[in-house]
């Protein structure tokens, strides 16, 4: 192996494994848990709407200080009508509402007033996932696809036979994913908790929902990223009438590739409705102990999390290692204000973009099962 190799691949190692301690360093701008509390997306948007109405300047506000930390770290050139959103607010909206048992509420009822649209749970990053924050150039990863080979040597003298290692690239690009929404001039005025949810609810969440989704089953085309169940080289299992040998053989698939690097992070994903049949369906015959244990929407599998959502496809459920998942982030979630979408109407127009990538380690960290009965 030359030098070149030997740097690409230290480079490789350090971008991927230290990926925990990257979103420590570039995600983070220091928030205590009771400034992420205190943080208003709201309160950001009409203070954005207030400096463009009035020619005045973004500042004087919590939310404005946190834009111009993230501002000066990215050292990107942002609009007058945006602002940046750390990214713990993000990630506490994507787990908001959501408890160890379960559930498919992204966020809370609050207030008293206003109660959320139920939507789809999302589980990729509470599985394991790791992040990849703060990028500003396109990525590409050295990874090593073949092996040297070892021999047993006959004679003290006998010299081994010289074998290369092979490499390859995984590339990742920025995909924009957004959400908009319109909200009223008074509803900007409202201090009551349930504005707050309205907008956040219609814009961090449904981005990081998406986010969950083109993970799981992105196509790869159309700004989507290639997701696991489009990845080529992920095991498979037979999901005609799914039993105790089929969910064994998800985690034997995995093993027998040697590719569980993370034990803790394995777990199983799949719809309510799997979930469902298997919790009803015993292991062995004559017994009373059912395939899946706990609650549908958290359980267990043979010592494996299992969780279920509706970001999985119909009858269909996935297993792996979820520390494999590496999900790279260029810039923080973006909030556009426009305040003449509707001037007439007072209605003011809010746009969220954030862009990400995701690529796997190891396809042979994953097998999927398919039409499962």
């Known amino acids: ?35 992420i509390k205190r943080y208003s997306i709201l309160s950001g948007i009409k203070g954005k709407y207030d400096s463009i109405i009035n ?52 966020g809370s009822t609050t207030g008293g007033s206003f109660i959320e649209i139920l939507r ?35 004679l003290e003298a006998t010299a081994p036979t010289e074998t290369t290692q092979t490499f390859g690239q995984v590339a990742l690009t920025p995909k924009t994913v957004g959400a908009y929404t319109e909200v009223s001039r008074q509803l900007l005025l409202q201090s009551d908790p349930s504005a707050e949810a309205i907008v956040t609810s219609d814009l961090a969440s449904v981005v990081g929902v998406a986010l969950d989704s083109g993970t799981i089953s992105g196509s790869g085309m159309a700004g989507q990223p290639q997701g696991i169940m489009n990845t080529t080289g992920i095991g498979t299992v037979t999901g005609t009438s799914l039993g105790y040998d089929g969910l064994v053989e998800f985690q034997s698939d995995v093993a027998t590739a040697s ?9 199983y994903v799949t719809t309510p409705a799997v979930a469902k ?30 969780v279920s959502t509706l970001q999985m496809p119909t009858a269909t ?12 982030e260029w810039g923080n979630l973006t909030i556009e204000v426009n305040p003449f979408a509707d001037f007439k109407a007072r209605i003011i127009g809010v746009r969220a973009m954030w862009s990400v990538d995701v690529t796997i380690r190891h396809a042979e960290s994953f097998s999927v099962a398919t039409s499962i009965t």
């Not at 750390?86 to 048992?101: F, H, K, V």
């Not at 749970?121 to 990525?139: D, E, K, W, Y």
């Not at 590719?259 to 777990?267: C, D, I, P, S, T």
Request: glycine share 10%.
């Open 259 to 267: 590719a569980v690097l993370n034990e803790g992070a394995q777990g």
């Open 120 to 154: 789809n749970r999302s589980v990729v990053f509470r599985l394991g996932a790791q992040r990849m924050p703060g990028q500003t150039q396109q990525i590409l990863l050295p990874k090593q696809t073949g092996a040297a080979t070892a021999y047993w040597l006959n």
């Open 317 to 328: 459920m996935l297993f792996g290692d979820w520390s494999q998942i590496v999900v790279a």
């Open 55 to 106: 020619r005045s300047s973004f500042r004087d506000s919590f939310e404005a200080e946190c834009h111009d930390t993230i501002a000066k770290r990215l050292g990107i050139p942002i609009s007058d009508g945006q602002f940046y959103v750390p990214a713990e607010i993000l990630y506490r909206d994507l787990t908001a509402g959501i408890s160890s048992a379960g559930g498919y509420l992204v």
């Open 277 to 306: 049949l298997l919790k009803t369906r015993q292991r062995f015959t004559g017994t009373d102990s059912p395939l899946w244990q706990g609650s549908i929407s958290s359980g267990m599998i043979e010592g494996a999390r299992a």
């Open 1 to 35: 192996m030359d030098i070149l190799q030997q740097s690409q691949i230290k480079k490789a190692t350090e971008l991927l494994n230290s990926a925990a301690r990257q979103e420590k360093i570039n995600d983070s701008i220091g928030l205590s848990d009771r400034e």
